[in-house]
């Protein structure tokens, strides 16, 4: 038995429930996550479309996390899961630098590492991960990818041609599968940036960078410089300038 995870993106509509789910099961602290839907925005208006991608860890047969680990905190189960045993974790968060989908994160509280773990506590009791239960579309399908009769393998074989991983070059041979969305979802050059269409209407340039009398020695010399060349004449003449209008200020009496 392989478990895999696959979801259909033409069917997702970016409820969040699945999000919101995984964190409630699995108690995920505040600005942490083990699931998360990013959108992106195609087109330019009036033709647009937004596009909702749930992201998780990827269970991968070559899982680079599993192998860096020193302490054997990641391991596989028989079913094919990537765990997590937090007793054994050192907090090192080698596991974190090696995952290429940033899937894995520290867990403040305990100082660990966690990540998507498809579940493995509920699937132990014969029930299926959170968010495939959240989900009021179905677009989340899980199940025995070496079954040729499950709900996932038939799905795959319905799609052939249509089904992809995220960073198939980093040859870590995920076990999470996507259907639909088209290739702007899952390959971020596959997006094109219209040239003049921004989060701004008029982009402009700045002349330059900061205040250039921003020191103190430039804003001493801000007289001299601003007048052309400085010489020695110069600065005797500002010195007689200034004794004769302290001069004058003695004679007014004040």
Known sequence: MKLGFLVDLNLCMGCKGCEIACKVEN?????????????????????????????????????????????????????????????RCIGCAGCMMACPYGAIYMDPETNTADKC????????????????????????????????TSHISQYIMAHQGGVQVRKPEKHTNPKHYYVGGGSQTLDPLAHQRIEGYSLFNNITHLKHVGDPNHGVIDRFLAPFTSHGDTDNKSFMNFDNDAHAHESHEEEGGH
């Open 117 to 148: 773990t498809y579940c493995a506590h509920r699937i132990e009791s014969g029930m299926m991960p959170a968010c495939v239960v959240a989900c009021p579309v179905e677009a989340n399908i899980f199940g025995d990818v070496e079954d040729d």
């Open 27 to 87: 108690e995920v602290p505040l600005s942490s996550w083990r699931l998360r839907v990013k959108y992106i925005d195609i087109g330019t208006f009036p033709d647009t479309s937004r596009s909702f991608t749930p992201l998780r860890c990827n269970h991968c047969e070559s899982a680079p996390c599993e192998r860096i680990c020193p302490v054997s905190a990641l391991h596989y189960l028989e079913n094919g899961i990537v765990n997590v045993d937090s007793d």
